[in-house]
Nanobody
Framework: QVQLVESGGGLVQAGGSLRLSCAAS????????MGWFRQAPGKEREFVVGINWSGSNTDYADSVKGRFTISRDNAKNTVYLQMNSLKPEDTAVYYC???????????????????WGRGTQVTISS
């Protein structure tokens, strides 16, 4: 069982930055691929970025490439999402997810993830 707790959300102006964190419980964090998803009001949850268990591979949604950066610290059981050049369309609840599995593959769909956090609200004002 893995419990995930997101933090770092908030309200910022367009062009600003935020850094989200996701702290995971358990001693097997390094055996999980991690990902960030988001859900805007009235829309389906969508993939934002994923990272494999070691941090060697990442995959980004086209909408955030060049602006967002995912990283992980397996010693701290934490994954981070640095978000720069934020836009109003980035407004959403951001969810952290963990999916079992070693290897180079980055998980990009909801169905590949086994555990989810409760989310943190990110609001970007224009």
């Amino acid at each position: 069982q893995v419990q995930l707790v997101e933090s770092g959300g908030g309200l910022v102006q367009a062009g600003g930055s935020l850094r989200l964190s996701c702290a995971a419980s358990g001693r097997t964090f390094s055996s999980y691929a991690m990902g960030w998803f988001r859900q805007a009001p009235g829309k389906e949850r969508e993939f934002v970025v994923g990272i494999n268990w070691s941090g060697s591979n990442t995959d980004y949604a086209d909408s955030v490439k060049g602006r967002f950066t995912i990283s992980r610290d397996n010693a701290k059981n934490t994954v981070y999402l640095q978000m720069n050049s934020l836009k109003p369309e980035d407004t959403a609840v951001y969810y952290c997810a963990a999916g079992r599995g070693w290897g180079p593959i980055v998980k990009t769909t909801e169905y590949e993830y086994d555990y989810w956090g409760r989310g943190t609200q990110v609001t970007i004002s224009s």
